[in-house]
């Protein structure tokens, strides 16, 4: 499998957990971006955060000694506003984070009365009232989007539900199918490929995720690895054939060894 | 079937949709609470709503004509109380209505680390925040309690989620079992029954809802009766008999034609 290392031209790389964790840069971030470059393999790093602003990641990048342009970035508000702009939409509605509110309505028509589309982010102050006025927004014409389908992700002092319980609710009560924009649907893996005009054959998903970054490469139809910094695998892998790496570190050995 | 009402010595009143809607007194409540009065038939009222103290329904009753004793009116809330009290519990957390909060924290410590019981109610400002934290509460040794489950409730301009989300989520986000107070559980009806000494055999629930009332009664082994004041019955009713009646009036015809 490590053989297919051989011929990638492109790596998709997630950012929290294998870049860095908190504020913490993680092993080999500099070493493997200044392999990379010599060698001419093309990279960009996909986080399913909605958050912040792309900016705000180039800087942590820069902290981990890495210097990227923003068009190397792909962040589910990114992929949600190309998502607007492909399918020509307007008069949207946003659920979600302040700053993808603003990002969005800067650039579309905001309606919170009969919208196009309904788009789902995540807020930790989001109230199931606001929860209730969505649910009424949307009518059987009504788009809907989601960021991202994780439903839990660790923080300090236990856990934050995520954007996936906001899914759960609204697909139960409309009874309507929300489209996931980040991982692990294939649609921001397939937006950052023609992007970079890439092919599948030629791409590898580098993540410290199963459900989002590993699963997302299965589903796109990439290569894909595992960073083993601290996630458990889930006990069903689903015998998807993926490569597995101690850090960033033995990535860079290992390409280095198939290119041989 | 109708030939039950024959011996029935004890009505149990859905509120809402029974005796009014809104700010509306429904038909026949005055009729049917005189003629019970009349024949020693005794009632009482049982509402899954925890947002309001018991002598605001008493102040509604008094509305549609009717003066009853607080001691006759159940609101989840003095179901909770009961069931704290019956079960010897203190420590407790609360995410719901401060209504619900003051009533439970007057007399029970409140308990925002480990309690021995987190109990779920409604109340739309409820944020994620406000359910992570409470997921994060709940260990291998907390019991959780919740005043209703009904997922949805018909407001002005749509629907409002109603506690069942909460359910949802934290039964999903815990893998434990939250055991509900209210309609359908049986543990408010047993718990009503008991303090009036009466036999199931006795006793019959009239209601507009399916979902709680009915099968409410159902779950509880009494005789129901439910009021087509404009709710939709279920396509499937399960196969389980219950009586039908337009109006309180004609709950009111039907018993006097059962006793004569």
């Known amino acids: 499998m490590y053989d297919a290392l051989k011929n990638i031209t492109f790596i998709i790389f997630d950012l929290d957990g294998v870049f860095y964790r908190e504020n913490q840069s993680l092993e080999g971030t500099k070493e493997i971006i200044d392999y990379l470059n010599e060698e001419n393999i093309e990279y960009c790093f996909f986080t399913n955060n909605s958050n912040y602003k792309i900016h705000r990641y180039k800087e942590k990048l820069l902290t981990c000694g890495i210097e990227v342009s923003e068009k190397n970035i792909f962040t589910t508000t990114k992929l949600i506003e190309h998502y607007l702009f492909e399918n020509n939409l307007d008069n949207i509605y946003v659920l979600g984070s302040k700053q993808l509110q603003d990002t969005l309505y800067d650039k579309y028509t905001q309606n919170s009365i009969n919208p196009n589309i309904v788009i789902l982010g995540m807020e930790n102050n989001i109230t199931l009232k606001d929860i209730s ?60 490929l023609s992007k970079f005009d890439k092919q599948k054959s030629e791409t590898l998903m580098i993540g410290d995720t199963f459900e989002t970054d590993i699963l997302g490469a299965k589903n796109a139809n990439i290569y894909a690895g595992w960073i083993n910094s601290g996630n458990k695998l889930p006990y069903n892998t689903l015998d998807f054939d993926f490569m597995s790496f101690k850090s960033l570190i033995e990535l860079k050995e290992k390409i280095k060894e198939a290119k041989r």
Chains 1, 2 share one sequence.
Do not use: R
Not at 147 to 162: Q, T
Not at 165 to 191: A, C, N, R, W
């Open 133 to 192: 006025n969505t649910i009424n927004l949307i009518d059987k014409d009504t788009q809907i989007i989601a960021a991202n389908p994780d439903k839990l992700i660790p923080v300090k002092d236990g856990f934050e539900l995520e954007c996936g319980v906001l899914i759960d609710i609204i697909e139960e009560y409309t009874k309507k199918m929300v489209q996931v924009i980040g991982k692990p649907s294939p649609y921001g893996f397939d937006t950052i």
